[in-house]
């Protein structure tokens, strides 16, 4: 019972704090008016600027910025215990991640939906635009290249949902067609689409794909060059044709997976022993883990803060918002809900884990069947070993109200590969706009344009995935940088929020100051430490990107620190 009051005091607790907090920053503090003319309507060029419906755009936004973060993240961090992590991801969402979001939104719209980093020439200085540039693309180019092996090793862990990932293209293309090109109903299409994707999950429970190596190259080569060319196709096209609506019918199995954990969650917790099977702080973890400060706050991640959602906020989606007030919504809402996605993760990989753990023939339970999932730091190991505790603690909860755990696992690896697809395209369009933006600062005209600029993005992908041999792995040598970098970002895009209050005037500044110190000192204090790890290794490479990495970062805040001393300007 314990488990349920959690959950339900977390769920009213976000409520709460978006239409109080929320609501604030929206009407007091970044004093939204649809008066202003949002760039979807000003510019509307029909393949990147275009007016939507905020639930369509909310879907879009949730999913982008969602992928596999909110799953993996959380999974790795209830190491340290169930309630440190609990309490980073509700109150870092409220007052950090979702105050991130919305703010680099509501700047981006306000800026013709222009990405961070111009934000950031305008409201520091232009020397810093070309280190936030550096910064956005070392990010992206490691994302897009490793969630392309991400995404092959989910179609070789979960077969079954290869034919569902990928006729969710067909079916999002005809959803966008039917709403845009042909004025069907919204809701009717919406639920079309839903129905078909689920079809598709039934097939796919019945005809598993694994495909074989090809010329040389083995299956995840193949599926990383299969990805690579739809997110050039997908990235090339307009925002409704594919992008759009693949998001927005995701959001709807995201909506689906919610309720049938929350179901399966208030179900046992009324006819079983529904327990939280972790300890609730962890005094013994295993000795590869690292300190709980820093690096819980960064290991988590996208369940709390994350540097990606602000170049998904100052990227598509502000390019789509149909007016201002939308953006409390899909920035803000759409934090809280990942918030609530990372506390059933919790639930799942602690209550839902204990309900049964099959080792070796024997069937565990509460805290024998955690302490044996969690007896190693699965942080340093592969996906499947952090995957796993979600899927089998989901199944687990699914298996409650009804659903054999065959389905129940089919579901999950569908959810996780779709989501972590659709991350994949929309970094590889976000990748395009830096380009793009990149190109018109330097006045390089054949490069602006979407195909070249897409190339560029793709190829430098391509290159770093298969830079250690055709298995497409190579970016996952840069990986261990990505968590530091991700959260620096974050608290560099705080950076530029706070200048941008500090143009209004009076003390609004605050509101992201603080949340902006904290992440400072915390990924700051993290790739440090993780200096010091790779030094001890050896391993150079790391060791001298990371510390680049480090004093660009630390530029931009020594000129950030200059431009907050001088008197505000209006904007």
């Not at 209830?78 to 991640?97: D, E, N, R, T």
């Not at 709390?304 to 170049?311: I, M, P, Q």
């Not at 109200?401 to 976000?430: E, N």
Request: glycine share 10%.
């Amino acid at each position: 019972m314990e488990t349920l009051i959690l959950l339900a005091v977390c769920f009213v607790g976000y409520i709460i704090a978006y239409n109080t907090y929320g609501r604030f920053l929206a009407r007091k503090i970044f004093r939204l008016d649809n008066s202003r003319e949002v760039p979807s309507r000003k510019i509307n060029d029909g393949i990147d600027y275009v007016p939507s419906k905020r639930g369509i755009i909310f879907g879009h936004h949730y999913t982008s910025i969602a992928g596999t973060g909110p799953i993996v993240g959380p999974a790795i961090g209830i190491i340290w215990g169930w309630l440190p992590a609990v309490l980073w991801i509700f109150l870092g969402s409220i007052f950090m991640g979702a105050v991130h979001d919305f703010g680099s939104l509501v700047i981006s719209m306000r800026n013709e939906g222009r990405s961070v980093s111009e934000a950031a020439a305008k409201y520091i200085n232009k020397r810093v635009r070309f280190i936030f540039f550096a910064v956005v693309f070392l990010t992206l180019l490691i994302l897009i290249a490793v969630f392309g092996v991400v995404i092959a090793s989910v179609f070789t862990l979960f077969p079954n949902s290869v034919i569902p990932v990928w006729f969710q293209i067909p079916i999002a293309v005809l959803l966008g067609k039917a709403v845009y090109k042909m004025g069907a109903n919204v809701n009717i299409s919406t639920a079309a689409a839903v129905i078909a994707m689920y079809l598709m999950i039934i097939a796919g429970s019945y005809f598993p794909i694994e495909i074989p190596s090809m010329m040389g190259i083995p299956a995840s080569g193949v599926w990383v060059i299969l990805l690579l060319i739809y997110a050039w196709i997908a990235s090339t096209l307009s925002v409704t044709t594919l992008l759009q609506p693949r998001d927005y019918i995701n959001a709807w199995q995201l909506f689906v997976a919610l309720t049938l954990l929350i179901a399966g969650a208030v179900f046992s917790g009324f006819t079983t022993d529904f327990e939280m099977s972790a300890p609730m702080i962890n005094q013994n973890v295993p000795e590869t883990t690292p300190a709980i400060w820093p690096f819980m706050f960064v290991v988590i991640a996208c369940g709390a803060v994350s540097g990606f959602h602000s170049l998904v906020a100052s990227g598509t989606s502000p390019k789509q918002v149909e007016k201002e007030t939308d953006s409390l919504f899909v920035g803000y809402g759409s934090m809280l809900l990942e918030g609530v996605l990372a506390l059933l993760v919790i639930v799942c990989v602690s209550a839902g884990i204990g309900m049964a753990l099959e080792v070796d023939g024997q069937t565990l339970t509460g805290a024998a069947a955690w302490n044996e999932q969690y007896s190693n730091y699965i942080g340093s190991q592969g996906l499947n070993s952090k995957l796993r505790p979600v899927v089998l603690g989901a199944a687990n909860m699914m298996g409650s109200i009804g659903i054999p755990a065959a389905v129940g696992t089919t579901l999950m690896g569908v959810f996780i590969a779709s989501f972590a697809s659709t991350t994949l395209d929309t970094s590889v369009r976000l990748q395009r706009y830096v380009v793009g933006e990149l190109a018109q600062d330097f006045k390089i005209s054949w490069l602006k344009n979407r195909w070249t600029a897409t190339s560029l993005a793709v190829l430098t992908a391509a290159g770093l995935a298969f830079a250690n041999g055709a298995g497409g792995k190579g970016a996952l040598v840069l990986w261990p940088l990505f968590g530091s970098a991700n959260q620096l970002l974050a608290a560099l895009a705080l950076l530029v929020i706070t200048l941008y209050l500090r143009t209004k005037g009076g003390k609004k500044f605050i509101f992201a100051l603080i949340p902006c110190i904290f992440m400072l000192i915390i990924t700051n204090w993290a790739m440090v430490l993780n200096e010091i790890r790779f030094a001890e290794n050896g391993n150079i490479l790391l060791v001298a990107i990371g510390g680049l990495v480090f004093l660009l970062a630390l530029w931009v805040t020594i000129e950030a620190g200059i431009v907050f001393a001088r008197r505000p300007a209006e904007d």
